[in-house]
């Protein structure tokens, strides 16, 4: 509610990231289920390491850190200047369209 007076007191709407996927296949293909976890657990902790990231989701290093690249490549997660990641967003929100083909 404090976000919407801020908005409405400036009398600016304010502008929502959004990333674009090709077709819903090449959505689900970037956003694995391991990867939404990862995403998780990433929400609100601000710029971590790929080590934390990996300790926070309870997975390998290894595996985080092959999820953590196709996230950064696809701009759903990004590198600070000091080499951690951290997910930029407060929600996400996920929409596509089925039509007769």
């Known amino acids: 509610m404090q976000d919407f007076a801020r908005v409405w007191k400036s009398g600016k ?18 956003l694995t289920g391991k990867r939404l976890d990862l995403l998780r657990a990433l929400c ?16 390998d290093v290894k595996a985080v850190h092959g999820d953590v690249t196709a996230l950064l490549n696809a701009g ?20 596509f369209v089925l039509a007769v083909a």
């Open 44 to 59: 609100g902790a601000g710029p971590v390491s790929i080590r934390e990231a990996a300790r926070r989701a309870d997975r």
């Open 76 to 95: 759903v997660l990004n590198r600070t200047d000091d080499g951690r990641i951290v997910f930029p967003y407060e929600t996400v929100k996920v929409e």
């Open 13 to 30: 709407p304010e502008k929502s990231a959004r990333i674009s996927f090709a077709s819903p296949e090449l959505l689900w293909k970037v």
